[in-house]
Each structure stands twice: as C-alpha cells, then as structure tokens.
C-alpha cells in the first residue's frame, strides 16, 4: 500500500509493495496531461503501508510505515521543489495502515494497526 497526496494538478505516489518487495519509487501523475513520470529522488526508507500529507504547496510530510517486522515512527518531509527529504522527530509510537490530515499547523495521525490512539505534530516546529 503506497502513501499518496494530491498537489494542485499532480498526484504522488510513495512507494508501496508491489508482491515480491517494497518499493523505493516516486511517481508522478500530471492530470492535466494524462502523463506518468518516476521522479530523479528514490524514497529513503525501505517501507510500506506509511502515510503522506501535503502541509504545503511544495512540502509532503511522510509518517510510520511497517519495515517486513513492525510498524516504524520514522517521520520524515520531502521538499517538492529540491526533492530533498529531511528526518524530522519521530512520532511518539510506531504505526502503519494509519491515516493523517492536517488542520490548522497540525498533522494529525488516527488509528493504524495495534493503535487507536490519535496523535499531534505542530508543523512550526516539527513537535509531537
């Protein structure tokens, strides 16, 4: 399962599981053209099953995920212009097959395997 964000005319995909291994790809999709592209940047982390949230017009905030063992609390942005990621703090508990949305600064995340807890990261700071 891939992570995906919609980004004015643009969806993204990060990643996924494609039967035989986790993917490390991210695909563009440009609606307006009808037109599939793999981006230059690889995704850094060998996961699956995490979540994506646009928090700006060029920045995707990319939480938890399950490494082939257990859910993660890695927690990391990727910058769409630079397509650079950088680490951020990581969540307070690990998740996978969770959702998030972010309201007002902050990027909530609900739910997920073996966790029904919600919890709140301020995108000023980057703070759980």
Known sequence: MPAIVFEDSY???????????????????????????????????????????????????????????????????????TMKFVKLNSMPYARFLHVTHFYKNSVYVFGGVDNCSCQKMNVNDFRW
């Open 11 to 81: 969806i993204f995909i990060f990643g996924g599981y494609e039967g035989s291994g986790r993917m490390s790809s991210i695909e563009q999709y440009d609606v307006a053209h009808d037109q599939w592209s793999i981006l230059p940047v690889k995704f850094p982390l060998s996961i699956e099953a995490q979540s994506a949230t646009l928090v700006s017009s060029n920045e995707v905030i990319i939480l938890g995920g399950h490494d082939n063992s257990a859910g993660t609390k890695d927690a990391m942005m990727l910058n769409l212009e």
